[in-house]
């Protein structure tokens, strides 16, 4: 198993959200999404402009630190038309395994 | 017998019946045609979309529930400028406060059951605070600057993806600025918007916006609210059912702060120049700002929720933390420290930790190399801190 180190527009001044990483295995890509420290809403912003450009079936695991996250990322998946499949609390981390649903656009984004 | 017209009955009969019958039919036609016309403005409506600047707060939800309610598809659009009060500081500080932890816009999107996309638009919004055409307000807030710009943000979004027109909470008069009368057709004349923004809540006190003019939506329907009076706003939320929205008009936005505006002030006055990067205005939001001198400023925690929030930042900053008490970390902005500035630094930092009455307390001095030192100070009395460091 490789990972694949896919560099994103980067936060400024030693964020820790700097690049994505896709692991290429037999249980499917899952890409990982490095949120902590960021407050709302950069951690949605981020996991929202990742799986915009990602096909539906592709999994995002993004690990925040910002508690509102609990409420923020299963709202905006909800409304978005994806889902949370998991949400891990680990120590100051909040972990959500996103995976993105075929919806319909009806706004064509 | 003859009727009263002097025609014979049968024919006066038969004359009448085909009266009542071509009335019959004319009725049916009219309600055909009344019912082919209102199921043509379903279809009509039905494919009209509206684009609903989502700010969180009340005004936003309402009107975005109005035009929503006369069969237009509605979706939320927010920006992110990075100089957002509400989440921040719930997520700095105090974890287990009872103040839900959630995005305001976010939650606004869920009671209309919309979509919502979050925009980052802070690259961009430098220049509306840097050189806002219009001014500031009472503090740094460049609030028509900031009004149009958005506008136009959001006429740029519903060309590119197809949408008719803009739905904004504005009142006419809410706010001493951005939101009085006279200034409205500027806003919608300056963003390009023109007549493509409807401000539902205020729309019948304006002069009729395409949508209405089009038929798209109805005036009527739509409200004439005016001033600063939440009144007619929290009535509605209550016939809409609406409970826990946030916190009505203004305070929304650090720039209209005036302890964040005069930290942002020194910021660019001792930087002389007005650039500034997420990290800068994220961290004027937290913390004691105190500059001892030109050379460099001591950003000092608060409470734990803010050392937390601060340690993040370490790899980037020196850093004093407090080792022989309970105490504050604090971050050092500007050049490498000398010793006589090294120590005062600690002896402030330490004027803010449990031992600020003790004869000695121990610091750890973290250089931009990670290189660290143990140093004992004497604490700063309250009154040896000169009232001109702090930067509110």
Same mark, same amino acid.
């Given at each position: ?29 899952i ?40 409420y ?38 | ?21 071509r ?6 036609s ?9 199921f ?8 009209i ?13 309402l ?9 237009i ?60 055409? #219009? ?10 600057d ?14 590119e993806?197809?949408?008719?027109f ?36 205020? $729309? ?13 939506v109805?005036?009527d329907?739509?409200?004439?609210f ?10 509605? $939320? ?5 409970e826990?929205?946030?916190?009505? $008009? ?22 002389? #120049? ?17 500059? %001892?001198?030109?050379d460099?400023?001591?950003i ?8 937390r929030?601060?340690?993040?930042y ?7 933390k ?5 105490? %504050? ?5 500007? $050049? ?16 803010f ?14 250089? #931009? ?24």
């Amino acid at each position: 198993m490789s990972n694949r180190y896919v560099p994103i527009r980067s936060i400024r001044n030693g964020s820790s959200c700097e690049h994505i990483s896709v692991s290429n295995g037999p249980e499917n890509d899952i890409i990982e999404l490095d949120a902590r420290r960021l407050l709302c809403p950069m951690p949605v912003i981020r996991l929202q402009d990742c799986i915009n450009q990602q096909p539906t079936g592709t999994r995002v695991r993004i690990t925040c630190t910002d508690p509102g996250t609990l409420y923020d990322i299963p709202t905006w998946c909800r409304l978005n038309g994806h889902r949370v499949l998991a949400t891990t609390e680990q120590q100051d981390d909040y972990i959500f395994l996103v995976h993105k649903d075929a919806h319909k656009d009806a706004d064509g984004t | 017998m003859p009727a009263s017209n002097g025609l014979p009955t049968c024919i006066t009969t038969n004359s009448s019946s085909i009266s009542r019958k071509r009335i019959q039919q004319a009725d049916l036609s009219t309600s055909r045609v009344i019912a082919i016309l209102a199921f043509l403005k379903f279809v009509i409506t039905m494919t009209i979309k509206a684009v609903a600047l989502i700010s969180g707060g009340l005004d936003s939800l309402l009107a975005a529930k109005l035009i929503q309610q006369q069969g237009i598809e509605v979706v939320g659009i927010n920006f992110f400028t990075g100089f957002c009060v509400e989440g921040h500081t719930h997520a700095i500080r105090n974890r287990a406060g009872s103040r839900p932890k959630r995005n305001n816009a976010l939650w606004v999107a869920e009671q209309l059951g919309i979509k919502l996309h979050i925009i980052d638009v802070v690259e961009e919004y430098k220049n509306v605070v840097i050189n806002p055409r #219009h001014g500031y307000g009472a503090n740094l807030n460049p609030c028509l600057d900031c009004k149009i710009f958005m506008i136009h943000k959001a006429h740029d979004w519903i060309a590119e993806h197809g949408f008719d027109f803009i739905i904004t909470g504005e009142v006419s008069g809410q706010r001493p600025k951005s939101q009085l009368r006279r200034f409205m057709p500027l806003v919608a004349a300056e963003s390009g918007a023109e007549d493509l923004l409807l401000r539902p809540l205020c $729309a019948k006190s304006l002069a009729p916006t395409r949508p209405e003019l089009e038929g798209w939506v109805a005036r009527d329907k739509l409200k004439d609210f005016s001033g600063r009076s939440r009144k007619p706003q929290m009535a509605l $939320a209550a016939e809409f059912g609406f409970e826990d929205y946030a916190q009505p $008009a203004g305070g929304c936005c650090f720039l209209t702060d005036r302890s964040y505006s005069v930290k942002l002030q020194d910021l660019w006055d001792n930087r002389g #120049h007005r650039q500034y990067e997420l990290d800068d205005i994220m961290l004027l939001k937290v913390g004691r700002h105190i500059r %001892p001198s030109s050379d460099f400023k001591l950003i000092i925690a608060r409470e734990e929720g803010e050392t937390r929030y601060l340690s993040g930042y370490r790899r980037q900053f020196q850093t004093i933390k407090t080792i022989s008490h309970g105490g %504050p970390l604090a971050l050092i902005e500007g $050049a490498p420290l000398d010793q006589q500035q090294l120590e005062l630094a600690c002896a402030i930092t330490a004027r803010f930790s449990q031992g600020r009455d003790a004869e000695s307390v121990e610091m750890e001095f973290s250089d #931009h190399q990670k290189t660290t030192q143990s140093i004992h100070v004497k604490p700063l009395r309250a009154d040896q801190i000169n009232p001109e460091w702090v930067i509110l």
